[in-house]
């Protein structure tokens, strides 16, 4: 009998393991060269290529509570920004439904509300950030398209209502020769659905 509850208990130790998602079981560290290395080692494993099962692929990319809440905010919204499956939010008819979608799935877009410094943070990446013209070299599409992303964050209303007054005039200042520079480039032709309604006039 003692036999049996024994094994009965270690069964269910063993199933309390499943089901979890995949940074419940790793240590990553709380900067972007540690969550950079995990993100890769998620997807670089082929049972992740292979699995049809959106959710449990977005399971597996989840960071651990610790790692979201030891990340600088400056990490964190490169963290956000190197998703891997980050580009998702493009497959929506609206910028809108794709942040809608970004913010159910991402657990960096909900830590990123609870940082105080989140405006700050993105307004200097989106000055810094550059816009690319047919003839220079970007690297990779996805830094070319890089400013669109950062676009995206920056307009979301409780990043803009976080703003001082002299951020915001400083953010509509940046974002008008951004569009200005990008209008000059072919890369950047855009629906106007999926431009955030907040640079949308902005020439």
């Not at 002299?166 to 629906?191: G, L, N, R």
């Amino acid at each position: 009998m003692k036999r049996t509850i024994t094994a009965a208990l270690a069964a269910l130790l063993l199933l309390s393991g499943c089901g979890k998602g995949g940074s419940d079981s790793v240590s990553v560290a709380d900067n972007i060269e540690g969550v950079r290395s995990f993100y890769d080692s998620v997807t670089d494993d082929q049972q992740w290529q292979n699995d049809l099962n959106t959710e449990s692929r977005i399971d597996k990319l989840k960071l651990p509570e610790s790692t979201l809440k030891g990340l600088s905010t400056e990490d964190l919204v490169d963290s956000i920004l190197d998703y891997p499956l980050f580009f998702e939010w493009k497959r929506f008819s609206t910028c809108e439904a794709g942040l809608e979608y970004l913010n159910e799935t991402l657990d960096t877009m909900q830590e990123l509300k609870n940082r105080s410094d989140a405006a700050s943070v993105l307004l200097k990446k989106y000055t810094d950030q550059k816009v690319y013209t047919d003839d220079e070299d970007a690297g990779s599409m996805t830094e070319a398209l890089r400013i669109k992303d950062i676009e995206l964050l920056i307009t979301q209303d409780y990043i803009l209502e976080q703003m001082t007054e002299e951020e915001k005039t400083k953010f509509y200042e940046v974002a008008k020769q951004k569009q200005k520079e990008k209008a000059a480039s072919a890369m950047y032709d855009s629906p106007e659905e999926m431009i955030p309604d907040a640079i949308k006039d902005l020439k």
